[in-house]
Structure formats: structure tokens, C-alpha cells
T-cell receptor, first 112, second 113 residues
Framework: QQQVKQSPQSLIVQKGGISIINCAYE??????FPWYQQFPGKGPALLIAIRPDVSEKKEGRFTISFNKSAKQFSLHIMDSQPGDSATYFCAASGGGYQKVTFGIGTKLQVIP | KAGVTQTPRYLIKTRGQQVTLSCSPI?????VSWYQQTPGQGLQFLFE???????NKGNFPGRFSGRQFSNSRSEMNVSTLELGDSALYLC????????????FGPGTRLTVL
């Protein structure tokens, strides 16, 4: 049972373009939504995270948009660069040390 | 601070064998979680340990077990290996206090032949 649905599973974007990855969740108890970035041979690393009290969070070229009523959130990568080529995972968790549920991942390739 | 370390990085086993993977969390972190990563399923949660106690458990068969030691180091054991157990096994630690940020190790690549 996939509680966090992520799409697309693969994405090719030209350098300088905008990469958009979408996630949807079912559990309304989730209150923390992180995005992780994983390069080949490495473990995932936290990229950016949001809590549902805000609708958007921006850190450099990376922005999370959050729609609580639709139970959806998305990652936007502005001015995508070849160095952004990686697998991106969205995730969600509830309070009280609840486990983190991950999306299936999106393999992003930024071509020059 | 040193990051999360996992040993070994690569393992090749045959069906029916058992395997033990090790994880050392970031110094001061008491929570350790284990995940199985496969191309078709993404990151699947196995279990989480906190202060030597299993706090959460995913939907994996009893062949998958773990434990945590008093120094917060954790081990994961898989018995009676199956071909489908081939995967990258990731360990992650959390910082003290309530926080959802997980810090992952590089993983152990297990291949079952």
C-alpha cells in the first residue's frame, strides 16, 4: 500500500529548464514533508522540507509547493543543471516519532 | 562529525544463507532506521530502533530482524535469503529530540544468487 504517490518516475529536462516532481498523500496525520536527493552510490540526503502550516518554501533553486486541501505537494527545481541529475524522493511522516513513508522516487536527468 | 557508516558496502550471498549488516549512526544519534531500496519499490521501511528498543516496524517477513546496541550501533539480519532480497539496504539515524530529519548512510548492496 503506497501512502505517498510520486510522479513521474523519470524525467528529462534541458539545462536551464524547470523540473517538477509531484507527490500525493492519503494520511491526513502527516505533518512533515521532506524531499531527499540521491546520487548514484550514495544514500539519500535531505534537500528541503515543509510543514503544512505554509504553502511554499524556497531554498535557492529548490521550491516546495504544498496544497493541504488537495493533499499534494511538489518540488520545483528552477534553472536545472546537469549536477541536479539524481533520484529524488518525496516523503511524509506524522508526529510522535512516526515512521517516514517515501514515494517511489523520480530519476531526473538534466541534459546540456 | 562523521556521517552514518555501513558495513560491508557490498555482499554476495546465495539463496538460503543468512546475512548480517551493520550500521553506525552519527555520534549522539540514538535512533536508527533501516530501509530496503529496490528500483521497482523505492524505499521500503524495515524497522526503527531507539535506545535498544524497536519503536516501529514495517511490513516485512520475520526473516528480517534487527537489534541495537547500547552504543546505538545497529545490526540487521536476514535469514534464509531469497533472490528477491537483492537490494540496497540503507540505514538512517535521527538527531536527538523530536525531529524528522534522517541522515542516511551509503548503504549495503546485497546480491543474492
Amino acid at each position: 500500500q503506497q501512502q505517498v504517490k510520486q510522479s513521474p518516475q523519470s524525467l528529462i529536462v534541458q539545462k536551464g529548464g524547470i523540473s517538477i516532481i509531484n507527490c500525493a498523500y492519503e494520511n491526513t496525520a502527516f505533518d512533515y514533508f521532506p524531499w531527499y536527493q540521491q546520487f548514484p552510490g550514495k544514500g539519500p540526503a535531505l534537500l528541503i522540507a515543509i510543514r503544512p502550516d505554509v504553502s511554499e518554501k524556497k531554498e535557492g533553486r529548490f521550491t516546495i509547493s504544498f496544497n493541504k486541501s488537495a493533499k499534494q505537494f511538489s518540488l520545483h527545481i528552477m534553472d536545472s543543471q546537469p549536477g541536479d541529475s539524481a533520484t529524488y524522493f518525496c516523503a511524509a511522516s506524522g508526529g510522535g516519532y512516526q515512521k517516514v513513508t517515501f514515494g517511489i522516487g523520480t530519476k531526473l536527468q538534466v541534459i546540456p | 562529525k562523521a556521517g552514518v557508516t555501513q558495513t560491508p558496502r557490498y555482499l554476495i550471498k546465495t539463496r538460503g544463507q543468512q546475512v548480517t549488516l551493520s550500521c553506525s549512526p552519527i555520534s549522539g544519534h540514538r535512533s536508527v532506521s533501516w530501509y530496503q531500496q529496490t528500483p521497482g519499490q523505492g524505499l521500503q521501511f524495515l524497522f526503527e530502533y531507539f535506545s535498544e528498543t524497536q519503536r516501529n516496524k514495517g511490513n516485512f517477513p520475520g526473516r528480517f530482524s534487527g537489534r541495537q546496541f547500547s552504543n546505538s550501533r545497529s545490526e540487521m539480519n536476514v535469514s534464509t535469503l531469497e533472490l528477491g532480497d537483492s537490494a540496497l539496504y540503507l540505514c538512517a539515524s535521527r538527531s536527538p529530540g523530536y525531529t524528522d530529519t534522517q541522515y542516511f548512510g551509503p548503504g549495503t548492496r546485497l546480491t543474492v544468487l
